[in-house]
């Protein structure tokens, strides 16, 4: 059940172009200005070129709805009233679609699977069962065919229309559009959000691969030492690059006082800079050792490892003491990547490793 979409929409781009062309000659003036570009002719180009794409995509859905009834010959069925209706739901809530039901994407991560045929009416291609739906692209349940939307990510936003029935699933700890069940990392999001080490980006976004710079990690660390107040309100130390009023200008004089870390040299602290994986490993290593006054024991042998030897000397004891302790481990063959800059998820990770085998003693 191929449908022409990817034609349609093709020629709805050719036709959208035409209308830019023909914006741009109306006026009759060559020069026309920026301004009159920008706050004129652009505004109504847009706004023109998206009521012919809503109304093609219109189309083509309409046609797909009906086409997956004709072998049948049985009248098309129409969605509720009501339309799409916009869900917010959680991880491991399902929706089993019926004939002629279908799922408008929008955030989050929702796998598909179905018994028959469901069209992409966005591509007008048919997807294969265990299928992850695109964001923005919307589907259609055709005929003899049921389908099971289930959602992975600890959190989803999709629309619905027709027949479905919904079944609530357990959820997760964290909201988390961009983690879901399947991401090597979700444990230990899910950890580090509901401990309060971690916050999200945003209400609903965690951005596991944005690298995190001096002035977050130090202050999760200090999140991690139970978020200490008297201890920060008695902390003093000046750097030239941290300014009173910044929100990091706190954390950065406890983390300087506590020795969880140093500047960076020329009383300089550098918090915008990205950490890399043997830094924040160093900084691990001396919050467990100056801080909590653990005494830490095991040392891996980094020639061991790939790229062993990139290991900075200030950076080997704290390195060889992650590894022995599985606070890290070997990534792709066998390399410990340690100037890389660290990302959420692994920073995330180091740290749930950390309190459930180091500082809780299991």
């Known amino acids: 059940m191929k449908r022409h979409g990817k034609g349609i929409l093709a020629g709805i781009l050719i036709s959208a172009t035409l209308v830019v062309g023909i914006a741009a000659y109306s006026t009759g003036d060559s020069l026309v200005s920026l301004e009159y570009w920008k706050n004129t002719i652009q505004e109504s180009i847009q706004t023109e070129m ?58 989050g991560v929702v796998s598909l699977s179905h018994t028959g045929t469901v069209v992409d009416v966005t591509t007008g291609e048919e997807i294969p069962s265990v299928s992850v739906l695109e964001q923005g ?83 999760v660390f200090y999140r991690l030492a139970g978020s200490p107040e008297q201890e920060m309100s008695q902390a003093q130390a000046s750097f030239q690059d941290v300014k009173e009023g910044s929100w990091y200008y706190d954390f950065v004089r406890w983390g300087y006082v506590h020795g969880v870390t140093a500047g960076v040299g020329d009383n300089l602290f ?3 800079q990205s950490v890399t994986r043997q830094q924040i490993l160093v900084m691990l290593h001396s919050f467990a050792n100056s801080y909590l006054k653990l005494t830490l024991t095991g040392a891996a042998d980094l020639q061991a490892y790939q790229d062993g030897a990139e290991v900075a000397d200030w950076a080997k004891e704290a390195v060889a003491w992650a590894a022995a302790n599985g606070l890290i481990s070997g990534l792709e063959y066998g390399t410990l990547r340690p100037n890389d800059a660290a990302t959420r998820a692994e920073v995330a990770d180091i740290l749930m490793r950390f309190e459930q085998r180091i500082q809780t003693g299991q």
């Open 50 to 107: 998206e009521q012919t794409i809503a109304q093609a995509l219109k189309e083509v859905y309409e046609d797909a709805a009906s086409k997956v009834q004709t072998d049948s010959g049985q009248e098309s069925q129409q969605p509720d009233s009501n339309g799409l209706q916009m869900q917010v739901v959680r991880q491991g809530d399902q929706f089993v679609l019926t004939q002629g039901s279908s799922v408008l994407m929008g955030a």
């Open 137 to 219: 692209h919307r589907y259609l349940v055709a005929e003899n065919t049921s389908g099971t939307a289930v959602v992975d990510s600890g959190a989803a936003y999709l629309a619905v229309e027709g027949s479905y029935q919904t079944q609530k699933g357990e959820g997760t700890g964290h909201p988390f559009v961009d983690v879901s069940a399947s991401d090597w990392y979700e444990p230990a999001v899910d950890y580090v959000y509901n401990k309060q080490l971690f916050s999200g980006v945003s209400t609903d976004s965690f951005a596991p691969e944005l690298t995190m710079n001096r002035a977050m990690v130090v202050t």
């Open 270 to 272: 550098a918090p915008e």
